[in-house]
């Protein structure tokens, strides 16, 4: 029994316990991560407070801190107003669409910039070909014109719209025996 409890106290003796020690190596402590975390969150807590302790802002900075809190729920209500319009007016949002088209792609790029600075994320530039890009955008130019101009044909208010004869004469010829052999003979079999 000697060998037992000295090898225990080994263990366990003089206010330590190996085992637990070891584990914590892999595993962390989860009381101690609580006691971590809840340090934590009361430091924070304590960091919001203190930015509202001086209330007593003039109204230029209010103003400001309203403006700082504008862009993000502008961004998201314009993106579901753009789905609105897509869905209320489509040809409206088509011709849109394609007037989007025309924007170059360092043009893009740029606005990828300003707003990932705006919101405070880091942004690398990377080189673009500018000119390449100006020429594909004046060589893309007539296509969106003339998808603009078929696009604007498509309003209700345009002559010929509604025009169902197009229709009729399709059903004419779907109705008409055709002159594929195959067919025929397959009809011949019937």
């Given at each position: 029994?000697?060998?037992?409890?000295e090898f225990?106290?080994?263990?366990?003796?003089?206010?330590?316990?190996?085992?637990?020690?070891?584990?914590?190596?892999?595993?962390?402590?989860?009381?101690?991560?609580?006691?971590?975390?809840?340090?934590?969150?009361?430091?924070?807590?304590?960091?919001?407070?203190?930015?509202?302790m001086?209330?007593?802002?003039?109204?230029?900075?209010?103003?400001?801190?309203g403006?700082?809190?504008?862009?993000?729920?502008?961004?998201?209500l314009?993106?579901?107003?753009?789905?609105?319009?897509a869905?209320?007016?489509?040809?409206?949002?088509?011709?849109?669409?394609?007037?989007?088209?025309?924007?170059?792609?360092?043009?893009?790029?740029?606005?990828g910039?300003?707003?990932?600075f705006?919101?405070?994320?880091?942004?690398?530039a990377?080189?673009q070909?500018?000119?390449?890009?100006?020429?594909?955008?004046?060589?893309?130019?007539?296509?969106?014109?003339?998808?603009?101009?078929?696009?604007e044909?498509?309003?209700?208010?345009?002559?010929g719209?509604?025009?169902?004869?197009?229709?009729?004469?399709?059903e004419?010829?779907?109705?008409e025996?055709?002159?594929?052999?195959?067919?025929?003979?397959?009809?011949?079999?019937?």
């Open positions: 029994m000697g060998v037992v409890s225990f106290g080994m263990l366990f003796g003089g206010r330590r316990n190996i085992v637990a020690e070891t584990v914590e190596v892999f595993r962390p402590n989860a009381e101690r991560q609580a006691q971590r975390e809840a340090t934590y969150n009361h430091a924070a807590l304590g960091q919001f407070a203190a930015e509202f001086h209330s007593r802002k003039g109204c230029f900075d209010r103003f400001v801190d403006l700082n809190r504008l862009p993000r729920p502008a961004m998201a314009g993106c579901i107003a753009l789905i609105v319009a869905m209320y007016d489509p040809v409206w949002f088509s011709a849109r669409m394609q007037g989007l088209a025309l924007v170059p792609e360092p043009l893009w790029w740029l606005l910039v300003v707003v990932s705006y919101f405070g994320a880091r942004h690398q990377k080189s070909d500018f000119q390449k890009s100006v020429a594909q955008t004046v060589a893309l130019a007539p296509t969106v014109v003339e998808n603009i101009r078929k696009i044909k498509l309003h209700s208010h345009s002559p719209v509604a025009d169902t004869r197009g229709d009729v004469l399709a004419v010829h779907a109705t025996l055709s002159g594929n052999a195959a067919i025929d003979n397959w009809r011949a079999a019937r």
